[in-house]
């Protein structure tokens, strides 16, 4: 899959508009649109800034379809991504302390 595919089919999982998308990142929805129709490619830098936004990085964008996160998980995932960093970490910390009893 190239860049552009799996860029929209990431933003469109996370039901994020091209121009929602824009807002976040700070990257043009017109460069968003380049990117998703193979236009143009992005810099590593805008890559990382988009796969912020999308709560993702960049190996995980990269990543085989078959690495792909079951549908049980999506749940929990898609939820910790609308948490701040701090949160996030305190997340990782109470699921650490369930897997150590």
């Given amino acids: 899959m190239n860049i552009g595919k799996r860029l929209k089919k990431y933003r469109n999982e996370r039901h994020l508009s091209q121009k929602k998308l824009s807002l976040h990142t700070g990257i043009s929805q017109s460069f968003i649109s380049s990117i998703e129709s193979n236009?143009?490619?992005?810099?590593?830098t805008t890559l990382e800034?988009?796969?912020?936004?999308?709560?993702?990085?960049?190996?995980?964008?990269?990543?085989?379809?078959?690495?792909?996160?079951?549908?049980?998980?999506?749940?929990?995932?898609?939820?910790?991504?609308?948490?701040?960093?701090?949160?996030?970490?305190?997340?990782?910390?109470?699921?650490?302390?369930?897997?150590?009893?």
């Avoid at 236009?39 to 590593?44: D, E, G, L, Y």
């Fill in 39 to 44: 236009k143009q490619s992005p810099t590593i």
């Fill in 49 to 101: 800034r988009i796969c912020d936004v999308l709560g993702i990085t960049i190996a995980e964008f990269f990543s085989k379809p078959d690495n792909a996160v079951p549908d049980s998980l999506k749940p929990l995932l898609d939820n910790a991504r609308q948490l701040s960093p701090v949160q996030r970490k305190s997340l990782i910390n109470f699921l650490e302390s369930l897997n150590s009893d």
